[in-house]
C-alpha cells in the first residue's frame, strides 16, 4: 500500500525556521527514482522544492537555495525538509511526492504518481 504522511507544518514569522516531515510506506521509499517536496499556494500550480534521486543526489529550486535543506533517513522511511530564513512568499500547502520514474531534477508535479494529503506553512511578514 502507498502511503505518504506529511507533518510539522505550521506558522511562524518571516525570518524563522520549520521542519516539515513525511513518511512514507517502504516499498515505495526504495523504489522511488524521485521523491521530494512540492509546495502549491493559492491560485497557483504546484512546484517542486527540493527532491533527492535513488542515489542520492538533491536538487533544490532557485528560490529555496541556501535557505532549505532535504534529508532522508532510510532507516524510517522518512524526508525532512529543513526551512530557514522563511519568507512571506514561502507560504503554501507542502507535499511530500515520490514517483519510481520521474527524473529527479525539476520535476513537474503533473507527472508524479504518489502524494501526501500535505501540510501547511504560513510565513507571516
Known amino acids: 500500500q502507498v502511503r505518504l504522511v506529511e507533518s510539522g507544518g505550521g506558522s511562524v514569522q518571516a525570518g524563522g525556521s520549520l521542519e516539515i516531515s513525511c513518511i512514507i510506506s517502504?516499498?515505495?521509499?526504495?523504489?522511488?527514482?524521485?521523491m521530494g517536496w512540492f509546495r502549491q499556494a493559492p491560485g497557483k500550480e504546484r512546484e517542486a522544492v527540493a527532491t533527492f534521486n535513488r542515489e542520492g543526489y538533491t536538487w533544490y529550486a532557485d528560490s529555496v537555495k541556501g535557505r532549505f535543506t532535504i534529508s532522508k533517513d532510510n532507516a524510517k522511511n522518512t524526508l525532512y525538509l529543513q526551512m530557514t530564513s522563511l519568507k512571506p512568499e514561502d507560504t503554501a500547502m507542502y507535499y511530500c511526492?515520490?514517483?519510481?520514474?520521474?527524473?529527479?531534477?525539476?520535476?513537474?508535479?503533473?507527472?508524479?504518481?504518489?502524494w501526501g494529503q500535505g501540510t501547511q506553512v504560513t510565513v507571516s511578514s
Open positions: 511526492g515520490a514517483d519510481p520514474y520521474v527524473w529527479y531534477r525539476n520535476p513537474s508535479a503533473a507527472r508524479l504518481s504518489y
Open positions: 517502504r516499498s515505495t521509499y526504495s523504489s522511488s527514482a524521485c
